[in-house]
Nanobody, 129 residues
Framework: QVQLVESGGGLVQAGGSLRLTCAAS?????????????VAWFRQAPGKEREFVAA??????VYVDSVKYRFVITRDNAKNTVSLQMNSLKSEDTALYFC???????????????????WGQGTQVTVAS
């Protein structure tokens, strides 16, 4: 079992910044290092499908084109956390942001939510224009 808890969402003006954090816990980390898990951020805006945002697999990162050069995903394996620094926010970034984790995802499948076994409850990000 893996529990994921997101934090850091809120209301921000366009052009502003937010930092989301995903904290992972669970007995699985007694046997498997957090560093071995791929962690991703997805988002879902009202009336839209869930969208991949970014993922980190070991030290490698992948981003959806719309957030490249604005968002940065990092991990702190000592704290079992993954963060998403979001800069130059736009109204179209408004969504419920979820983190997801899994140990067994190949690089070509990082963008697919169906590949992740563990999900958090989400944190709301609202960007006012």
């Amino acid at each position: 079992q893996v529990q994921l808890v997101e934090s850091g969402g809120g209301l921000v003006q366009a052009g502003g910044s937010l930092r989301l954090t995903c904290a992972a816990s669970g007995r699985t980390f007694d046997n498997y290092a957090f560093s071995s898990y791929t962690v991703a951020w997805f988002r879902q805006a009202p009336g839209k499908e869930r969208e991949f945002v970014a993922a980190i697999k070991r030290g490698s990162t992948v981003y959806v084109d719309s957030v490249k050069y604005r968002f940065v995903i990092t991990r702190d394996n000592a704290k079992n956390t993954v963060s998403l620094q979001m800069n130059s926010l736009k109204s179209e970034d408004t969504a419920l942001y979820f983190c997801a984790a899994d140990r067994s995802i190949i690089t070509s499948s990082l963008r697919y939510g169906r590949e992740y076994d563990w999900w958090g409850q989400g944190t709301q990000v609202t960007v006012a224009s």
